[in-house]
Nanobody, 123 residues
Framework: QVQLVESGGGLVQVGGSLRLSCAAS????????KAWFRQAPGKAREFVAT????????LYADSTKGRFTISRDNVQNTVYLQMNGLDFEDTAVYYC????????????????WGQGTQVTVSS
């Protein structure tokens, strides 16, 4: 059984920062690759960033590159998403996802999902 629990969402002003966390438990060998996706109201879920097991390989969506940073602590079995320079378009529910190995940007490639954490950017 794999469980992913996100935290760190909230209300932030334009230009502000937030750090999301995703704690994983259960069969860690099934969750070596972690990713963040987001879904805004009325829109499809979209890829945000992903990181491999070692942390040596990361990939970002064009919309988040240079503003967001994904990282991980394998001792704590936690992945983070540092979000800087937040804008209205970043308002969404952010989901943590995991798969056994390999970088992927397609949500269908991820077997495990958290419940999501709301990020709201206001003026």
């Amino acid at each position: 059984q794999v469980q992913l629990v996100e935290s760190g969402g909230g209300l932030v002003q334009v230009g502000g920062s937030l750090r999301l966390s995703c704690a994983a438990s259960g069969r860690t060998f099934s969750t070596r690759t972690k990713a963040w996706f987001r879904q805004a109201p009325g829109k499809a879920r979209e890829f945000v960033a992903t990181i491999n097991w070692s942390g040596g390989s990361t990939l970002y969506a064009d919309s988040t590159k240079g503003r967001f940073t994904i990282s991980r602590d394998n001792v704590q079995n936690t992945v983070y998403l540092q979000m800087n320079g937040l804008d209205f378009e970043d308002t969404a529910v952010y989901y943590c996802a995991a798969r056994s190995s390999g970088i992927a940007t397609n949500s269908a490639s991820y077997a495990y999902w958290g419940q999501g954490t709301q990020v709201t950017v206001s003026s």
